[in-house]
């Protein structure tokens, strides 16, 4: 799964995969409530708009498409990149929505028309990120050519370029007063940024591999960091002083969020775990293990109560983020098609219309991560068929 995402009232999740689909589901009962499905491409982004009613999404065949969240039909196509789209997100009024992508632009569009209305060029090399101001009066971008650019979103004007980084910038974010950037880079650093100017106010130095991504706390005080070297990091963002090592994942770490009372953070790794850390001492309060791959992405449910992870290995699944312990149900993809699952008893609770073709199989925790056969009332009664007269 490329990624996944809570809707604003924390009762659905959005996932994003490379078997060309984009699915919602009900984040209570695991069922899925639509697929979003275009062609043969796979969706490479998505993400909710502000106010729930409708998906953007990014496609390799290098268009992003616009979905009704509640009839899952497609509002708008949105032609014009001429390489990958590799990131989209909402203006904060839901009016516009920013893409980034590979062929070193980005670009504005309408949402409700899908009407291109700026293409933002400056940068010399392929563009993985992007994110609007709070105010959505600006957008940042990172870029493969070392550099960020922050634009002007009416005029599509290029207002500042953010050079220091020494190798590609793929993280950035905005602090919550939009006043600062940070940004993550393969050079091992992270930098703030003043917004206005453009000037590096502090570098943050420590990390001993890539940085893969940033986040700010609620407040603006700190940021976290997930890198490569398989540690993540909480930085003071005003003096750039490493507060604490978050130590405890055995590979790279790809994914960190801060929970919305900015109290605990939540890591994802390609050691197959997450982990939950107290975000003031940096202690590792509880270790969530079920994934069989890598786990890419980890998301914070609006209340702070759950956890949403997305992993390699084909699975959507949600955690009790005070317990750590793993909510039925878990969400299983095989191929093109899904079934929910009772966990830990494995009972089928809901499949998709080719659930014929696994009947009878799960996929427990298993060495090799391969589906088990077992008898088919392990999942309920069969039902009864009347021998042909």
Same mark, same amino acid.
């Given at each position: 799964?490329?990624?996944?995402?809570?809707?604003?009232?924390?009762?659905?999740?959005?996932?994003?995969?490379d078997?060309?689909?984009?699915?919602?589901?009900d984040?209570?009962?695991g069922?899925?409530?639509?697929?979003?499905?275009?062609?043969?491409?796979?969706?490479?982004?998505?993400?909710?708009?502000?106010?729930?009613?409708?998906?953007v999404?990014?496609?390799?065949?290098?268009t992003?498409c616009?979905?009704?969240?509640?009839?899952?039909?497609?509002?708008?196509?949105?032609?014009?990149?001429q390489?990958?789209?590799?990131?989209?997100?909402?203006?904060?009024d839901?009016?516009?929505?920013?893409?980034?992508?590979?062929?070193?632009?980005?670009?504005?569009?309408?949402?409700?028309?899908?009407?291109?209305?700026a293409t933002?060029?400056?940068?010399?090399?392929?563009?993985?990120?992007c994110?609007?101001?709070?105010?959505g009066?600006?957008?940042?971008?990172?870029?493969e050519?070392?550099t960020?650019?922050?634009w002007?979103?009416?005029? =599509?004007?290029?207002?500042a370029? #953010?050079?220091?980084?020494q190798? +590609?910038?793929? %993280?950035c974010?905005?602090s919550? @007063?939009g006043?600062?950037?940070?940004?993550?880079?393969?050079?091992?650093?992270?930098?703030?940024?003043?917004?206005?100017?453009?000037?590096?106010?502090?570098?943050?130095?420590?990390?001993?591999?890539?940085?893969?991504?940033?986040a700010?706390?609620?407040?603006?005080?700190?940021?976290?960091?997930a890198?490569?070297?398989r540690?993540?990091?909480?930085?003071?963002?005003?003096?750039?002083?490493?507060?604490a090592?978050?130590?405890?994942?055995q590979?790279?770490?790809?994914g960190c969020?801060?929970?919305?009372?900015?109290?605990?953070?939540?890591?994802s790794?390609?050691?197959?775990?997450?982990?939950?850390?107290?975000?003031?001492s940096?202690?590792?309060?509880?270790?969530l293990?079920?994934?069989?791959?890598?786990?890419w992405?980890? =998301?914070?449910s609006?209340d702070? #109560?759950r956890?949403?992870?997305g +992993?390699?290995? %084909?699975?959507?699944?949600?955690? @009790?983020?005070?317990?750590g312990v793993?909510?039925?149900?878990?969400?299983?993809k095989?191929?093109?098609?899904w079934?929910?699952?009772?966990?830990?008893r494995?009972?089928?609770?809901?499949?998709?219309a080719?659930?014929?073709?696994?009947?009878?199989?799960?996929?427990?925790?298993?060495?090799?991560?391969?589906?088990e056969?077992?008898?088919?009332?392990?999942?309920?009664p069969?039902?009864v068929?009347?021998?042909?007269?």
């Open positions: 799964m490329r990624g996944c995402a809570w809707s604003p009232d924390g009762l659905r999740i959005v996932s994003a995969s078997d060309n689909t984009l699915r919602i589901w984040a209570k009962s069922t899925s409530l639509a697929t979003l499905k275009r062609h043969q491409t796979s969706v490479r982004g998505c993400a909710w708009s502000p106010d729930g009613l409708r998906i999404s990014a496609y390799s065949d290098r992003l616009i979905w009704d969240a509640k009839s899952a039909a497609s509002v708008a196509t949105l032609h014009g990149h390489g990958e789209p590799n990131g989209c997100a909402w203006s904060p839901g009016v516009r929505v920013v893409s980034a992508s590979f062929d070193k632009t980005l670009r504005i569009w309408d949402a409700k028309s899908g009407t291109s209305l933002l060029q400056g940068h010399q090399d392929g563009v993985p990120g994110a609007w101001s709070p105010d009066q600006r957008i940042v971008s990172t870029s050519d070392k960020l650019r922050i002007d979103a009416k005029s =599509a004007t290029s207002l370029t #953010l050079e220091g980084h190798i +590609s910038v793929w %993280g974010a905005w919550p @007063d006043q600062r950037i940070a940004s993550a880079s393969w050079d091992s650093t992270l930098r703030v940024w003043d917004a206005k100017s453009g000037t590096t106010l502090v570098t943050l130095e420590g990390h001993k591999n890539s940085v893969n991504g940033c700010w706390s609620p407040d603006g005080q700190r940021i976290v960091s890198s490569a070297d540690t993540l990091r909480i930085w003071d963002a005003k003096s750039g002083t490493s507060l090592t978050l130590e405890g994942h590979r790279s770490v790809w969020a801060w929970s919305p009372d900015g109290l605990r953070i939540a890591s790794s390609a050691d197959k775990t997450l982990r939950i850390w107290d975000a003031r940096g202690t590792s309060l509880d270790t293990e079920g994934h069989e791959e890598s786990v992405v980890c =998301a914070w609006p702070g #109560l956890i949403a992870s +992993s390699e290995d %084909g699975t959507l699944r949600t955690w @009790d983020a005070t317990t793993e909510l039925a149900p878990r969400i299983y095989f191929e093109s098609s079934c929910s699952v009772d966990h830990p494995n009972r089928i609770l809901a499949c998709d080719e659930a014929w073709r696994y009947i009878g199989w799960v996929v427990p925790d298993t060495v090799n991560g391969l589906p056969m077992l008898p088919a009332e392990t999942f309920g069969l039902p068929v009347e021998p042909a007269k």
